[in-house]
């Protein structure tokens, strides 16, 4: 069992950066296939990022490639997502998601084969 408690939401004008952060408990962290969704009023949830299970690979969808970095730290079973300059469409509850496989549609990432644990979410809201 992992459970992921995700904290660092906020609001921020548009351009500027947050820091989300993901903790798991449990000791099987390293053996999973981290990520981020997200998901805003009235729209379905996304894929944001993922990252394997020991770092080496990372993955990004389209719109937020080039300004949010994933990175994760196995000994302190944690996920971290970077976001910079920030745009009033990144606005949405942020969901960390434990899971395994990353889906790849023509080179694009659009998610996981299957996510085994979500967080309760934390809301980024971005001014204009």
């Known amino acids: 069992q992992v459970q992921l408690v995700e904290s660092g939401g906020g609001l921020v004008q548009a351009g500027g950066s947050l820091r989300l952060s993901c903790a798991a408990s449990?000791?099987?962290?390293?053996?999973?296939?981290m990520g981020w969704f997200r998901q805003a009023p009235g729209k379905e949830r996304e894929f944001v990022a993922a990252?394997?299970?020991?770092?080496?690979?990372?993955y990004y969808a389209d719109s937020v490639k080039g300004r949010f970095t994933i990175s994760r730290d196995n000994a302190k079973n944690t996920v971290y997502l970077l976001m910079y300059s920030l745009k009033p469409e990144d606005t949405a509850l942020y969901y960390c998601?434990?899971?395994?496989?990353?889906?790849?549609?023509?080179?694009?990432?659009?998610?996981?084969?299957?996510?085994?644990?979500w967080g309760s979410g934390t809301q980024v809201t971005v001014s204009s």
């Open positions: 449990g000791r099987t962290f390293s053996n999973y296939v």
């Open positions: 998601a434990a899971g395994s496989g990353i889906v790849i549609v023509s080179t694009t990432p659009r998610g996981f084969s299957r996510v085994d644990y």
């Open positions: 990252i394997s299970a020991s770092g080496g690979s990372t």
